[in-house]
């Protein structure tokens, strides 16, 4: 499980270099993602897909306020007894919301004159 931690934090590294060397001149980002959500509270699992979006204002060259939020459709998930024989669907009553907002602070962003 470290190693995996590890190897997540060191590609994450990797991906945000990029945007710690060049100057950002904008003032704001927005964009529009899918979701995938799998939800296994016990014997059964539910897959839930979704839409979001994200926003993002530059409040100096250092601190940006960002907001996301994602809400995903209804989902069917399948009950199968012990004999295999008897399936049932069952639409969950379930539709996730989940939302992010917060500063984040850029460090390492230097102009050059």
């Not at 459709?73 to 992010?100: D, E, M, Q, W």
């Amino acid at each position: 499980m470290k190693r995996i931690a590890v190897m997540v934090g060191l590609l994450g590294l990797c991906l945000a270099l990029p945007s710690f060397m060049t100057a950002q001149e904008d003032h704001g980002e927005v964009g529009v993602f899918a979701d995938y959500l799998r939800f296994a509270p016990a014997n059964s699992v539910t897959n839930f897909v979704g839409v979001g979006g994200r926003v993002g204002i530059n409040a100096s060259p250092h601190v940006a306020i960002e907001a996301e939020i994602n809400y995903d459709f209804k989902s069917n998930f399948t009950n199968t007894t012990s004999n295999g024989i008897n399936t049932s669907f069952v639409t969950t009553g379930v539709r996730p919301l989940t939302g992010l907002f917060g500063p984040k602070i850029q460090l390492g962003h230097f102009e050059s004159s």
